[in-house]
């Protein structure tokens, strides 16, 4: 399986053109700037019309159209808004967790784990100061799914590895809200 992972991308996403091909590709939020609906409708009829057979995302802290949200009605097979909920594709199990709600709703058995926020210490610097969570930072090594893939922190673009958990700060646009950053792949393989 092949995951394609984008983030922040702030009614930028349209410059966003020649995306790689994947079977699944996920938005780790901040798909908007002010998190009008008309944002958020705007993204999710680019978000749809994406040639890749599953779409998953998340909001972010500047989503607030779907901060309380508890699903998206409507949305075409093969989307899901993942707002502290779970599916099953191809056998893998993804689960996202809404921004800053309570890390206990993440479940022990999952494979990707879809964040907006960074957990505390690992890739979540912004203007010099860290942003993570802590407490999902705990969660994260406690459940240990193979991949946690979040943004929010534009300028720590980048993927890492710790105790066999791929970590990646999927975010597109730099501090200045300028495309910098290639969406990233990955290739899933079953253990």
Not at 136 to 142: E, K, P
Request: with cysteine; aromatic share 10%; net charge negative.
């Amino acid at each position: 399986m092949t995951i394609l992972q984008i983030s922040d991308t702030h009614n930028r996403h349209g410059l966003l053109t020649d995306l790689p091909a994947a079977d699944v590709i996920v938005h780790c939020g901040d798909f908007t700037d002010y998190g009008t609906e008309a944002e958020a409708l705007d993204f999710l009829n680019w978000f749809i019309a994406l040639p890749h057979r599953h779409k998953l995302f998340v909001a972010g802290n500047h989503d607030l159209c779907l901060w309380d949200a508890l699903d998206i009605e409507d949305l075409p097979q093969g989307v899901r808004f993942l707002q502290d909920r779970g599916c099953e594709i191809d056998g893998v199990k993804f689960f996202g967790l809404a921004y800053n709600h309570p890390v206990g709703l993440i479940p022990d058995d999952i494979d990707v784990l879809v964040t907006h926020e960074p957990p505390a210490m690992i890739l979540d610097v912004t203007l010099g100061a860290h942003w993570g969570n802590e407490p999902l930072r705990g969660r994260v090594f406690q459940v240990r799914p193979r991949y946690h893939l979040f943004g929010h922190a534009h300028e720590d673009n980048g993927t890492l590895m710790q105790e066999g958990i791929v970590f990646s700060n999927g975010s597109v646009l730099d501090n200045g809200y300028n495309v910098a950053y290639r969406p990233r792949l990955f290739r899933y393989k079953r253990q």
